[in-house]
């Protein structure tokens, strides 16, 4: 499994064809799939999110990006996450501690 922090907010001013209660649909079904946790930022009243996602590899998290209805009205920052234990192990690896 990888684990990815998605922060994913719309333009602004949201465009008109900014589909943000498909995305809201689209991350409460992930979540109900057990691949999100899901947190709304609440400076983007109702309309930004910020997910723990839980994929498989990086297709599987770009399948979910690009098929998110907020479509090219959106911003998206991704950030790739890791264990403490899986950092410690790679350090260890790699002769660092």
Do not use: C
């Not at 994929?55 to 690009?66: C, G, K, N, S």
């Not at 959106?74 to 403490?84: A, E, K, S």
Request: proline share 5%.
């Amino acid at each position: 499994m990888a684990k990815f922090l998605v922060l994913a907010r719309p333009n602004k001013p949201i465009p008109e064809r900014a589909n943000i209660q498909g995305a809201r649909e689209k991350w409460r079904e992930l979540r109900r799939q057990g691949k999100a946790e899901v947190y709304e930022i609440i400076e983007d009243n109702g309309a930004g999110w910020a997910v723990f996602l839980d994929v498989a590899d990086h297709d599987e998290l770009m399948m979910i990006l690009f098929s998110n209805p907020i479509g090219n009205w959106g911003d998206y920052q991704v950030f790739p996450l890791g264990t403490l234990e899986g950092e410690m192990a790679a350090m260890r690896a790699a002769g660092m501690v």
